[in-house]
């Protein structure tokens, strides 16, 4: 069964804060995601990697960044968090960048 | 403006009436995708559509793409508590290299 895995499902953390979220697919996929959902916005996607050591930004980069250093882990990197990153965060990966997407099952983030 | 339209955006009926949720677009798409998601998980891929009139069905879920591919529609017959959840269609925009989805339908289905 193919298995992406975050390894946060809840945190919190205060304004200021260096945030990471991690991800890591066991289905060898090029290409990785991270989104997030906010009601009303649906999915955002914030940034892409279509290879180890490439990213591309997504609709909604700003404050955030992130990094692939392995073809199965991306992570996704708040510098300084803030009140208005509280979200639901998704990560996904998929052999194709326009094939299906396999998620994994979201980080709530909340800051305060 | 989202490049993929979701409505309604909230559905609320009674277990055992029929539903439809509808997905459009003013480009072309290859080919879309539908997703649901369930309270505090990931969307699951439930569809693919690539043939323009292309008719697919998954139990009691009927999908349609449209004969232009600009549009899809998800049909529930006798609806189930077991199908409430968030759907999502989504597609790759002509020559992007990534998804992008709708807004999302929320359906609950009461018991």
């Known amino acids: 069964d193919v298995k992406v895995t975050q390894s946060s499902r809840y945190l919190v953390k205060r304004t200021g804060e260096k945030v990471f979220l991690e991800c890591v697919q066991d289905?060898?996929?090029?290409?990785m995601f991270w989104y997030r959902q906010d009601p009303g916005l649906g999915l955002r996607l914030i940034y892409f990697s279509y290879d180890v050591k490439m990213k591309e930004k997504g609709d909604i980069p700003e404050g955030y960044s992130v990094s692939r250093e392995k073809k199965e882990r991306f992570s996704l990197i708040l510098e300084s968090a803030s009140t208005n990153q509280t979200s639901m965060y998704l990560c996904?990966?998929?052999?194709?960048?326009?094939?299906?997407?396999?998620f994994g099952e979201g980080s709530w983030l909340t800051v305060v | 403006t989202q490049l993929l339209e979701q409505s309604p955006q909230f559905l609320s009926i009674q277990e055992g009436e029929n539903l439809t949720v509808y997905c459009n677009s003013s480009?072309?798409?290859?080919?879309l995708q539908w997703y649901r998601q369930e309270p505090g998980e990931g969307p699951v891929l439930l569809v693919t559509v690539v043939t323009g009139g292309e008719v697919k069905k998954l139990k009691r879920l009927t999908f349609q793409f449209g004969d232009a591919r600009k549009d899809s529609s998800l049909h529930i017959t006798a609806a189930q508590p077991g199908d409430t959840g968030l759907y999502l269609c989504?597609?790759?925009?002509?020559?992007?290299?990534?998804?992008?989805f709708g807004q999302g339908t929320r359906l609950t289905i009461n018991p």
């Open positions: 289905m060898d996929h090029e290409n």
């Open positions: 480009s072309v798409f290859s080919s």
């Open positions: 989504a597609g790759p925009p002509p020559g992007a290299q990534k998804l992008v």
């Open positions: 996904a990966s998929s052999s194709n960048p326009g094939n299906t997407i396999y």
